[in-house]
């Protein structure tokens, strides 16, 4: 590969799987579809972890651990959420290996070793957790339970593309269990909300809120709230989903409770989760040709000082003053960093911190040190300024809030520019094909006329907006009546 | 079950079992030998994370995460390694279930979908790591590489018990390379000093350091050092190891490097866990007969307020000092909790602390607000005293630092009362049957005499200890010549 990433317009594609490989994000594995999370990579998805966990427990949740396993006899338990993952299931058979007789040094399966029941690898959790419910849940006085756990999930997957799609991925998932129908659907609710908060605020990415379709919904669900993004190259990416899953898994595992009133009656659900698909959702959104850019809420490094000198005694002036920086921002809770490694030249460094996507790069040389200032470059858009020493740590602490902002601000942007109300299904078709992007449009509500328009455009719903603005209209398949625009895209 | 717990006298195996249930750390799932962790368990285990997480960042090392499965062509490629798990892995075989035709609603695994190679869950991460540094390294600037994941690995167990065994169980595993000997040494022994240190100092849990023998070392391992505590019922517990795996790995994977001479050689490696398994020690060194007793260093809530009242005008003036005095603890960090739950009686709370181990329980009556007083009960003594108002804040910092170092103090003397010094194979026999605890003896420094040792005793080796004393001896089976004691125990 070149030092230079393809061009997004190149090959939006290609870009993106450079982009990872080249900052040190992730790569495959040899694993079939799963991937290796590298340390760059996995200190941003250890600060979303931070934020969510702490949004999580702020409103009231708790976390905990189930296996990794189900029995295939609960997992088959709540038929839907059995049939939507039964394709793509990891099954474990046997329990030892044994020297292979046939090959020195090789092993093999020990057939008597198999298991009486298969176990699943989950590829989520509600099977399990909802059989274990059954156990906690006798009263309302027991209610509600609010948990959440942080896990790997498994999900076979054909086509495999680094953090969006892939055979194992980290992810939280969340399984609440209520006394009332209301406080079920008040809890899905409120968790699509603090997905969107964090989104939006941490990740610096504006998303739509709404609903999914039928044919778009979690499987085993009654509704799928859901949050939505859009990527560089016009396509939507579902970034969170939580689900008010109704009485299923209650009815499925047999979890009934005494009511205050003293009756039998199942109890409430809902699921939500979010995974480390998130951080292609952050590259797509903010990437450009140089490589990632960090929203500073993120950044595991915020500040990067890169000393340039040309003998020992200009390396140890800078580090002196390098030092003297890092005490200071470090005071302040930014998360700064000094680059004093030897074996590579400034501009190989300048390089691959715009690759990381590092917010600001100090450079400090002797000339600096002389006029007692420094080089400041603006990772957002690649601008050098000279600043003053004595307004570094307020210049530092207003670009790191700006940009957060600015960020967030260019890619709310691209998302008005690139949502547009279409009327016609040639219009429709027209605005996909040109532009992309999220395209409101009239539908009968039917899934039949989804999955034709669909299987026409491989554009799907990936939305009922949660602020639907009622008026007329006549769907853009079937002509039949609408009340309303639904949010159409090709998706990720 | 009854209220109270079986005491540690009777039936030390029983009360742990019910501790564990009853304070609501833990419970068997619907999987074979595999553990639920529920919420109070989990938040310790949160506790433990973050301070290990940060004393391993803090020596440099970074997190990242690689596959759950291993192909078994790279599990089988360092043949002890592979030797030392084959016989408990959970091996998948199938990617896929369908419609069973034979049992409407049900599910088969679906032949169609058998992998050409099997997956085995990985019980360690050796071999798929080294296999992806195989790719990472071509130069001695390339090197050191310092990393560690937190993740879930199984180990088929047939006889299990809460966090001491079971199949499933979640720990972190460092995973390094180094371009020399000696650099891989001091990795494996700095980080079994971290773990002594953590142990120690946060658990309050006094530890021997050593290394094994060559019985009781990792599979695969040049030199295992360890960590050995001692529980209250005279048995030992390893609670973590580092690995010197000398160049095992790199030659079973064929990594080497160009060194800084331009030579090429293998890389030198380290590994190194501790896992929920520390859970049951903490459990089982400071657990009373009332239950948990938490270092407060550990504790989730370190202070809870409890208030007594009769009708709601006194639970209104007793929220608004429990109130204040959250506000006051929380400014100085601490953990706090204030139960204003209305559906149990202080009693019932009472119980459920002692048994959750909270270091700390204030309890707030109207005759205390009269008196502008507190009822502080400390959980380590189970002491009560009657503290001033103005003197409270003062009284929780004092008391909580002084309980860590209490917990430390007493269970030290605890060790230091169960460590005997044996001089022949019948003193040995008595001290183990009479007394248990840690039995320091000669022996003759062979395997053999290890296992018949341990086939005769049920003792095996825990460490040869780090500061062994040279001095002749006789081995207490054989009668050989011994250069130093080595220490001895019956283990979990």
Request: glycine share 6%; net charge positive; proline share 4%.
């Amino acid at each position: 590969m070149s030092k230079r990433l393809t061009p997004r317009s190149q090959d939006y594609s290609k870009w993106y799987h450079e982009l990872i490989i080249k900052a040190n994000l992730a790569e495959s594995s040899a694993v079939r579809g799963c991937m290796i999370i590298k340390p760059n990579g996995f200190s941003i998805w250890e600060k979303m972890q931070a934020q969510l966990d702490q949004m999580f427990k702020n409103t009231g949740h708790q976390n905990a651990y189930f296996p990794l396993f189900v029995p295939k006899s609960l997992f088959e338990a709540e038929e839907k959420n059995a049939e939507g993952f039964a394709k793509e299931c990891a099954i474990v058979t046997h329990y030892r290996l044994k020297n292979n007789p046939n090959a020195e040094g090789k092993l093999m399966v020990d057939p008597q070793s198999k298991l009486e029941e298969e176990l699943i690898v989950r590829p989520t959790s509600e099977a399990i957790i909802w059989n274990t419910y059954k156990n906690w849940i006798q009263s309302y006085r027991d209610l509600p339970i609010l948990l959440n756990q942080w896990s790997n999930v498994v999900r076979w997957e054909m086509r495999t593309r680094l953090f969006l799609r892939t055979s194992e991925f980290l992810w939280q998932e969340g399984h609440t269990a209520h006394a009332t129908k209301q406080e079920a659907l008040n809890e899905a609710q409120l968790m699509n909300e603090i997905y969107a908060e964090f989104v939006e605020k941490h990740m610096a990415i504006p998303v739509l809120q709404g609903t999914k379709s039928e044919n778009e919904k979690f499987a085993g669900a009654e509704t799928t709230y859901c949050i939505e993004a859009l990527m560089q190259d016009g396509k939507a990416l579902q970034a969170g989903t939580s689900h008010f899953l109704g009485q299923n898994f209650a009815k499925a595992f047999d979890v009934k409770f005494a009511t205050k009133s003293g009756n039998l009656d199942y109890v409430w659900a809902t699921s939500w989760g979010v995974s480390t698909r998130l951080m292609g959702a952050l590259v797509m959104t903010h990437g450009d040709d140089y490589g990632l850019v960090l929203p500073p809420n993120l950044a595991p490094i915020q500040v990067v000082i890169i000393p340039i000198y040309k003998n020992d005694q200009e390396f140890q002036n800078i580090t002196k003053v390098a030092n003297n920086l890092m005490n200071r921002f470090s005071k302040k809770q930014y998360r700064i960093s000094y680059d004093d490694k030897q074996n590579h030249k400034p501009g190989y460094k300048f390089h691959q911190y715009e690759l990381q996507g590092v917010p600001l790069r100090i450079s400090i040389g002797p000339r600096d040190l002389k006029h007692n200032q420094v080089e400041v470059s603006y990772r957002l858009t690649l601008e050098k300024e000279i600043i003053p020493m004595n307004q570094l740590v307020d210049y530092v602490e207003k670009k790191l809030t700006s940009m957060q902002n600015e960020m967030y601000q260019k890619a709310l942007k691209f998302q008005t520019n690139n949502t547009t109300n279409v009327n016609s299904f040639g219009e429709f078709e027209k605005i996909l094909n040109d532009k992309g992007g999220f395209v409101l449009a009239h539908w009968d509500g039917t899934s039949e006329t989804e999955q034709k328009i669909q299987a026409k455009t491989k554009a799907s719903i990936r939305c009922i907006p949660k602020n639907q603005v009622l008026e007329e209209g006549k769907c853009i398949l079937t002509g039949k009546a609408s009340k309303g625009r639904v949010v159409f895209a090709r998706a990720y």
